[in-house]
């Protein structure tokens, strides 16, 4: 008669695991998927995919808008002011002309008159004797123009007033003088007069 021994251990059956934990063969235990993986096939653990999390039940979560997360994370992390959320992987700047509060997964686009740079968190207004152009940049009103703050346009000077670059009002020509392109008071000629305030043409003295 002929007696086989067998080696019990190798023979084990692998018990049944509850929801997130695994267990390999030969071992009787079962073990907890560490935060930051999931469970795959009953037996290991891989780490969640980037803009995923796990807080160690054995799945992976989507981080939600305006959060991002590195491959095996166990937590996701807010993009900061200025930036914007893509995919839930990355973090991006805004663009100039436009800004973003935290948790943000799109970036506003200022309002007219109002301007910013590359990762703003908010606009600034262009201020008086300004304009604002393309949402990134406020240029001063050239001379015989004029503006208030936030605004899209500088507004020429009437006729009879003058200004200088960057103007936020216009000056009315004083009496003797007249106004010349708007930017520019000329006395008048021996022999002609002006007798008001914002005069344009200059009148012939009487013979």
């Known amino acids: 008669m002929i007696f086989i021994i067998c080696n019990i251990n190798l023979y084990k059956s692998i018990p049944n695991c509850p929801a997130g934990y695994y267990s390999l063969k030969q071992d009787e235990n079962c073990h907890l998927c560490p935060p930051g993986t999931k469970i795959i096939s009953g037996n290991s653990c891989v780490n969640c995919s980037e803009g995923y999390y796990s807080i160690g039940l054995g799945e992976c979560y989507k981080c939600p808008k305006g959060f991002i997360s590195a491959k095996g994370s166990s937590e996701c992390q807010e993009c900061p002011k200025g930036t914007y959320e893509f995919n839930n992987e990355k973090c991006y700047k805004c663009s100039a002309g436009a800004f ?8 506003s686009r200022c309002s007219a008159g109002y301007i910013s740079k590359e990762g703003s968190s908010e606009c600034q207004e262009c201020p008086e004797g300004t304009y604002e152009l393309n949402k990134n940049e406020c240029i001063d009103c050239s001379a015989g123009f004029y503006s208030l703050s ?11 007033y003058i200004s200088e670059k960057g103007s936020s009002s216009c000056t009315i020509c004083p009496a003797g003088t007249i106004e010349l392109n708007n930017n520019e008071c ?10 008001f305030n914002g005069s344009i043409s200059c009148t012939r003295c009487p013979a």
């Not at 936030?150 to 009879?160: A, L, Q, V």
């Open 100 to 107: 973003s509060d935290s948790g943000s997964y799109i970036c």
């Open 150 to 160: 936030g605004s899209t346009s500088c507004s020429k000077c009437p006729k009879g």
């Open 186 to 195: 000329i006395k008048c000629s021996k022999g002609y007069y002006s007798p």
